[in-house]
């Protein structure tokens, strides 16, 4: 199948490489303008552009596909380029940018996303972190005609994928990722023979992914363990979950911990135990054992190296 990829980040790439293994034609590849990263802030390709690139693959960048938006010679320029290639589908997967209906119903065959949750459940910027904060026991990937909506088209194929008591958003990112590399070449295959029916998405059920802010790292203790072990999952590695210990002026971003099942009184965000095992932290409801911990400017360390160095005052 002739197709144009529109994807920037590593879940994307996965999927662009699963599809060019599959001997899909991908004469075109549309993903966002170069960012600024590491220290030095240099200009860097996103990771779909790289493996565009040594694919000798055509890359277009636009900031705008809105024909009457802040960038219209931009759009008017990836309208033509669309126009001249001529794909029976566009596969979109975390691309960034949001498709006017002009390119919904330019391909042959519509737009096809690749979502990371099972649809209407984690509509929106952030499902793979919201699945795991809400304590979700399973998520998985969704292949969807796209229309305007935020996630609302009709779903091709579903692919489900547990989530286990300490799984961590880069953990379930990686798994998602295959996953949806493998459905969408499933979708493809059927599609071109005629065999997926699209399925109207259920009222019930429709949550929304809000996208992460950093803010919500900062660990509230008065909250329970358990959810506030899900966040440290949740936001690892991005934006990061922190909290803060007596005896030090910075906060301290926590990359493991684990909810016990142990009542306290003590005053929320108390330090009850400080070893090589863990630093137990009362909070609202239950303790939350710290297991690994980074000082700020220093690095990652097991709960026991990082005692070692601290204790409560």
Known sequence: MRLVFAGTPEFARIAFDALRAAGHEIPLVMTQPDRPAGRGLKLTPSPVKQAALEAGIEVAQPRSLRLDGRYPEEASEAQALLQRVAPDVMVVAAYGLILPQWVLDLPRLGCLNIHASLLPRWRGAAPIQRAIEAGDAQTGVTIMQMDQGLDTGDMLLER??????????????????????????????????????????????????????????????????????????????????SIRLPGLADPVKVWRAQALDQATSAEPGSVLRADASGIDIATGNGVLRLLELQKAGGKRQPVDVFARGWQPA
């Not at 008065?222 to 991005?238: D, H, K, S, W, Y």
């Open 160 to 241: 489900v994928v547990p989530i286990a008591g300490d799984t961590t958003a880069a953990e379930l990112h990686d798994m998602l990722a295959v996953a949806g590399g493998e459905a969408i070449v499933e979708a493809l295959a059927a599609l071109s023979q005629g065999g997926l029916t699209p399925r109207k998405q259920p009222e019930a059920g429709v949550t929304y992914a809000a996208k992460l802010d950093k803010a919500e790292g900062a660990l509230d203790c008065t909250q329970p363990a358990e959810l506030l072990a899900r966040r440290v999952r949740a936001f690892n590695p991005v934006p990061g979950a």
